[in-house]
């Protein structure tokens, strides 16, 4: 296992869920809900700030697929989404693409297991989903001694320039 911070990343329409993982990968918590900018790298900037304040190593976003593993309007705004990431990121800091299905329903059960009614649910939903993707990859890479996900090239991207 890989020591060192990641960033896990829920992209959604309207914002993106960040957790982090501890030094040692082995649990991830919430961080943060970032509105997704219209125009400009507001939210890339930020996402970047917290990867600085925490020291991250990498970022796990994650790749939603439909449960056959085909590719939806999500999967094409979460991947450009990624790219754009990799490429303000750059070299050093790693974006992953991690596959991410039922993470966001999985985080509305684990909330309404708590006792989150729907709209207290909504402030925080993106972040739980983040900390489901980033638990998933950490644990898949403790499991398998593998890096989870893909990692994106930095120069190149499916978003405009």
């Known amino acids: 296992m890989r020591p060192g911070v ?12 960040v957790a982090r993982s501890d030094s040692a990968a082995v ?24 990867a600085g304040e925490h020291s991250a190593m990498e970022l796990v976003v994650g790749h939603p697929l439909s449960l056959s593993g085909a590719v939806t309007a999500s999967t094409e705004d979460a991947v450009a ?5 990799a490429f303000v990121a750059g070299a050093d800091l790693p974006v992953r693409l991690v596959d991410e299905r039922l993470s966001t329903v999985t985080a509305q059960q684990q909330l309404r297991a708590a006792g989150k009614k729907s ?20 644990d898949a890479e ?11 090239p930095t120069d190149e991207g499916p978003f405009p320039p």
Do not use: C, M, W, Y
């Open 142 to 152: 403790r499991a398998s001694g593998n890096a989870p996900g893909r990692v994106l």
């Open 119 to 138: 709209k207290q649910q909504r402030p925080v939903i993106d972040q739980a989903a983040a900390v489901i993707i980033l638990q998933h990859a950490l």
């Open 81 to 85: 989404f990624a790219s754009r990431l």
């Open 6 to 17: 990641r960033l896990g990343i829920d992209v959604g329409r309207a914002r993106v869920g």
């Open 27 to 50: 649990l991830a918590v919430p961080v943060e809900t970032v509105a997704r900018s219209a125009d400009g790298d507001a939210d890339i900037r930020r996402i970047l700030a917290l």
